[in-house]
T-cell receptor, first 113, second 114 residues
């Protein structure tokens, strides 16, 4: 099983619909992240969570919300999807220690039509 | 605000050539720096992690260096192969107010020609 699992892997949705992307991890890391990747813009941080009770906005949080249901689960919601939210979304995990690598899921390709 | 820059944005080399990818960052207060590989439409695979107290890390044909004082890291790939073709991303793990956040460069797209 993958260390970081994202579901769904691909999704097409209509403008105005609510959609949830899910992420689960088996690394035991306390920190989880959601990133968005657009061609030419690199990876941009949407939200991050240091533990179940600590959730923070990243650089592009408008139009998104998150829920940390457990240490191992972190979901991203688009309350009312719009076409410019079409992108590749990644979940990642890490922890505070210096020597710990960040691990990424395989990504969710979201298309809003 | 931490900014990470990768130069060049794209690189094409013949098979067998040694090459260097560059990464620079504006704030030297980092926990670590990590190099990733990304194949088209796929997730990120970690290649090397250098802690802030380290100067370099090696894995097979890959060697990454870190000079925190100058805000630079390089990824050296020896004897490149077509299978090395991918986008390479560097990311710094912040030390300050946003502890633990990864800030990414935009990547270098590498193409190794047979």
């Amino acid at each position: 099983d993958a260390d970081v699992t994202q579901t769904p892997r691909n999704r097409i949705t209509k403008t105005g619909k609510r959609i949830m992307l899910e992420c689960s991890q088996t690394k035991g890391h306390d920190r989880m992240y959601w990133y968005r990747q657009d061609p030419g813009l690199g990876l941009q941080l949407i939200y991050y969570s240091f533990d179940v009770k600590d959730i923070n906005k990243g650089e592009i949080s408008d139009g998104y919300s998150v829920s940390r249901q457990a240490q191992a689960k972190f979901s991203l919601s688009l309350e009312s999807a719009i076409p410019n939210q079409t992108a590749l979304y990644f979940c990642a995990t890490s922890d505070f220690r210096q020597g710990v690598e960040a691990f990424f899921g395989q990504g969710t390709r979201l298309t809003v039509v | 605000k931490q900014e990470v820059t990768q130069i060049p944005a794209a690189l094409s080399v013949p098979e067998g050539e040694n090459l260097v990818l560059n990464c620079s960052f504006t704030d030297s207060a980092i926990y670590n720096l990590q190099w990733f590989r990304q194949d088209p439409g796929k997730g990120l695979t970690s290649l090397l992690l250098i802690q802030s107290s380290q100067r370099e890390q090696t894995s097979g044909r890959l060697n990454a260096s870190l000079d925190k004082s100058s805000g630079r890291s390089t990824l050296y790939i020896a004897a490149s192969q077509p299978g090395d073709s991918a986008t390479y991303l560097c990311a710094v793990k912040e030390y300050g107010g946003s502890q633990g956040n990864l800030i990414f460069g935009k990547g270098t797209k590498l193409s190794v020609k047979p």
